[in-house]
């Protein structure tokens, strides 16, 4: 039986809200991607993300797009030039691992070659505000091993990162500026940041505008976000960034995030996973990407007023392997 492609757009609440260098929001909007061969279903979820000029009409239209290549054959292969990189091939590629494990009786690691995943420490955001929100947020995160700090604010982020340092002595920190920093303020905000004990900095200055980060001296890594999509960017990234920010929304899914991951450290740069604000059902397939990360960042349900059920068991930093009712 040919295989049926159904999407949906699914509203996820969040706790509170949730602000970046570029705005804030107040819920997660995803798209499912379910794959059907008439006896076993595969799902998928994706975020469309402004950020690459994408919407949940353009992601929903590039689905129903493959809906007649998928009666002539399409498979997880072929998808990869069917649709480019970015969210709706990630929801549809997630789909295709998630049935074909079903198909075969295994779990997807299983299918891919890797070991079976373990539980991993992720990070947990603490979004941007002032200085006295954030160090309230990361107070109350302050047992967490490793937190996530949003920057890119046009003033201040010195006062914000020496803040969260206070409130959370003993956690490791990492910050994303998101693009919000500048050629005038990245030197004061790097000597912030080193003094904060920060081990990490993602993104510092916009992904066009970042060729100066080769002639910085830090002593603090730099990793790659907005500036690194799919194995095809990773040209760009000598001399500038030290690691980079694996996301499946981002490379199109997990075909293509493996693909990455191996051809990354062969560069010889350290790997982030990380993700979109999303539902556990986004994060299954990175938790198997993320198991030789240096950071994992896979704290999207916990962000959220709820998950869905059957949704990835958190225990105070540890995030936990997907259940087999989850995906996989």
């Known amino acids: 039986m040919p295989l049926s492609l159904t999407a949906r757009t699914e509203r996820w609440p969040i706790a509170g809200s949730f602000s970046i260098s570029r705005g804030a929001k107040t819920e997660a909007v995803v798209v499912i991607a379910e794959l059907s061969d008439g006896r076993n279903r595969g799902y998928g979820e994706c975020v469309p993300y402004a950020r690459y000029d994408e919407t949940v009409s353009s992601v929903m239209a590039q689905l129903a797009g493959v809906q007649n290549t998928l009666g002539q054959g399409l498979d997880r292969i072929g998808l990869q030039d069917a649709l480019p990189a970015g969210a709706a091939r990630n929801a549809l590629d997630c789909a295709f691992w998630d049935l074909e494990a079903k198909r075969a009786g295994k779990r997807v690691h299983e299918l891919a070659g890797l070991p079976a995943p373990r539980p991993l420490t992720t990070c947990y955001t603490i979004s941007l505000g002032t200085p006295e929100s954030m ?23 010195p006062e914000r990162i ?123 397939p990175a938790v198997l990407l993320a198991q030789e990360a240096r950071v994992v960042d896979l704290d999207g349900p916990l962000l959220l007023a709820r998950d869905r059920p059957d ?3 958190y225990e105070g930093s540890l995030v936990h392997p997907p259940a087999a009712a989850l995906w996989g």
């Open 135 to 157: 160090a309230e947020a990361a107070a109350k995160a302050g047992s967490r091993a490793l937190l996530k700090i949003k920057l890119g604010g046009q003033h201040g982020d």
């Open 162 to 284: 020496a803040a969260v340092r206070r409130a959370a002595p003993n956690a490791e920190l990492i910050v994303d500026a998101n693009e919000g920093w500048t050629g005038d303020n990245i030197a004061a905000n790097l000597a912030a940041c080193q003094a904060a004990g920060v081990t990490l900095i993602e993104q510092p200055l916009p992904a066009g505008d970042d060729a100066a980060l080769g002639r910085i001296a830090r002593k603090i890594p730099i990793c790659a976000d907005e500036s690194v999509h799919d194995r095809a960017s990773l040209g760009t990234l000598a001399g500038r960034y030290d690691a980079i920010n694996i996301k499946l929304d981002k490379t199109g899914g997990l075909t293509e995030a493996l693909a990455m991951a191996d051809a990354g450290r062969k560069l010889g740069l350290d790997l982030m996973v990380g993700c979109m604000v999303a539902t556990s059902l986004a994060m299954a």
């Open 311 to 313: 949704g990835l068991r």
